[in-house]
């Protein structure tokens, strides 16, 4: 079992940043790949990016490659999101997941976080 608690959202203007963190614990996740989900209010939850927790490899939906960056200490089971030149569009909830498998597929993640709102206002 793998315990994951997302923190850092909060209310930003478009333009600005924020650092999203997502704290593991229980079982060790170095055979994972690591993503995070956003879904906003009357849409499906979506991809946004992963990152596998041994190699450092990366994957990135169109929509946030240029201004997102996932990352990850080894050390301190820690995930990271950093979020920049947020714009409203990027209003959701944040969600940290956990798969056995390299994939952007909702089903295929086993372990999940209960979210933290990032909230962006125009």
């Known amino acids: 079992q793998v315990q994951l608690v997302e923190s850092g959202g909060g209310l930003v203007q478009a333009g600005g940043s924020l650092r999203l963190s997502c704290a593991a614990s229980?079982?060790?996740?170095?055979?994972?790949?690591m993503g995070w989900f956003r879904q906003a209010p009357g849409k499906e939850r979506e991809f946004v990016a992963a990152i596998s927790w041994s190699g450092g490899s990366t994957d990135y939906a169109d929509s946030v490659k240029d201004r997102f960056t996932i990352s990850r200490d080894k050390a301190k089971n820690l995930l990271y999101l950093q979020l920049n030149n947020l714009k409203p569009e990027d209003t959701a909830v944040y969600l940290c997941?956990?798969?056995?498998?390299?994939?952007?597929?909702?089903?295929?993640?086993?372990?999940w976080g209960q979210g933290t709102q990032v909230t962006v206002s125009s």
């Open positions: 997941a956990a798969s056995t498998m390299t994939t952007r597929s909702l089903r295929n993640y086993n372990y």
């Open positions: 229980g079982r060790a996740i170095s055979s994972y790949v």
